[in-house]
Structures are given as C-alpha cells and as structure tokens.
C-alpha cells in the first residue's frame, strides 16, 4: 500500500479542521437561533391572551375587565366585571373557556364557536382568569356568597362599610346628602341622560318606588353626565312623568361608587352601610326583585 505524502495529509488535516469549525460554529448560530425563537415563541404565547382580549373582549368587558368598555352602553345588560364576586359559574379555566365557546344564553354574552384554536383559546382564559384575580376591589369584597336571594335579584353583596359621601342636589336647589335619609333603606340609581337603557327603565323605576311608598325605602336617582339638575329633570319626567331626580355636585361622589357603566346601583341599609351593587337594566317588577328589597326594608 502506497503512503501519502506529508504534503498531502497536511492539506487533508488542515481541511477537516476547517470542516469541524464550520460544524461547531454553524451549531452555535443554529442553537442561538433555536434559542431565539424559543424566547420569541415564550414571549409571543405570553402576550398573545391580552393581545386577543382586546381585540374580542375589551369593547365590552373593557381594558381591566371592569364592564366598563366602550360598547357597553349600548347593550340590553351591562357586560360582567370579573372583579365582582359571585359569578353564575366557577372561576377556573375550564369554566371560562366554556363561557368564551358557548357564551351564556339569554345574555349579551355570545359564544365565539370555533373561531380560535386550542393554544388562543387556552392564552384568552388565562388572560381573563389572571384580570379576574388582579382585580379584586376592597369595597366590592364579598360578604356572603349564600344569600340566594341577593343572587336571583341579580345583585352582588358587599363589605358592610359606610356609604361613600354623596353631595346632591335637586331641580330646586336642595341639597341633600344619604344622612337625610338614615331611617330609610335607600337605592342608589346612578343613570346619564344619554344612556338609553337608563332612560328606557325609568318607569319600571318609579312604579318600584311607589310600590314600595310608605315604607322605609327610597331612590335616589343620580345623574352623571348632567351637571345642571333642571336640564336631567326635564329629561328624566319625559320618560317617567313624576319622577324625582338629583345631581352629584362633589365631582368625585361616582368615582367614590366606583361607578364604570350605567345604569349602577347600590343598596345603603339603614344604618348608612353598603349592603349590595348591580350594574345593568332589569325587570323592577320581577318577583326576585320585589323579594330582595321587601328583605331590606320590613316596616
């Protein structure tokens, strides 16, 4: 067998360790690259549930899920705020994902069908379970989840803290406050001139409130996004001929209430403490709602 020249094995050598150094680098920039795109593909997955959120739900379920988004308004019911505790089925992720399939007949929540894959309807769950438990209120915290009755009604109970203040006033100048009204069960309705499902309840509102006359409970029905009380008057009696209606003159008495979409409603017991919330138009004449308010106010 003939031997190679030195020569030759040198260039042999020399050539295999070129080839080696091309693999070992050509391997790193692969493994940088496949690193890379794993981080890009991490990043993109943890972005990808508010990235849908907003553009599926956040019209209506707003940027925080605080039912406060720009579509609200014009809805039949206001839309859920995942902050406010209990909801009609468990907070998990299996519970929210059937929500977001199927929607919840009889609401104006619809259901999406197939519109998303497995991995975006898993990162749009988690992205509302994660809105759901961030953010919770102190002056919306839960009581009682027992109280059936709050539930049908379609109120949610809440901490048993004094009323926030409210400076108000009426057509005639009057100023009133909720200590006016310390012997009495009060609900407060908060509504706007421009809210049609507001005005559209109106009367539901007032018949509620003469049902319920000569007993301890009394509306006040609060305006907010009229500063003059005589122009919401005028309004308000168009659609509920009789009616009494108030301004907030504080500037800050709906922040106070927190008071995202409308129409909102608080319920203030006798001693001047929160009981309960609700967001959203009713039937005043169901027969959960005369129940729950007949339960607050016994004389």
Known sequence: MSQMPAKGNSVLI???????????????????????LKTLSTEQSSSRGP????????S?????????????????SAPRDFSLRPW??????????????????????????????EPDLDALAKH???LA?????????VVSTTDQIAIDAGFVLVANNPAPLLQLEDEQGNKLKLSDYKDKTVMLHFWGVQCPHCLKEMQSLLKLEKSFQGKSFVVLHVCTDEEDAKVAQQIASKYASGIKVVVETS?????????????????????????????????WASKPCRIFIESLTPN
């Open 14 to 36: 020399a050539t295999m360790v070129g080839l080696f150094a091309i693999a070992v680098i050509g391997g790193l920039l692969i493994g940088k690259k496949r690193s890379t």
């Open 51 to 58: 990235f849908l959120y907003q553009g599926m739900c956040a």
């Open 60 to 76: 209506c379920h707003g940027t925080e899920g605080r039912g406060d988004g720009v579509s609200a308004q014009n809805l039949k």
């Open 88 to 117: 009609k089925t468990l907070i998990d992720l299996p519970s929210i994902k059937k929500v977001i399939v199927e929607g919840i007949p009889g609401t104006v929540m619809p259901g999406i069908k197939n519109a998303l894959t």
């Open 128 to 130: 509302v379970l994660k």
């Open 133 to 141: 438990d961030q953010n919770l209120s102190p002056s919306m915290k």
């Open 251 to 283: 500037g800050i008495g709906l922040a106070r209430y927190e008071v995202q979409t409308l129409p909102a409603f608080w319920l203030i017991g006798k001693e001047g403490r929160t009981i309960a919330r609700s967001t959203g138009a009713r039937d």
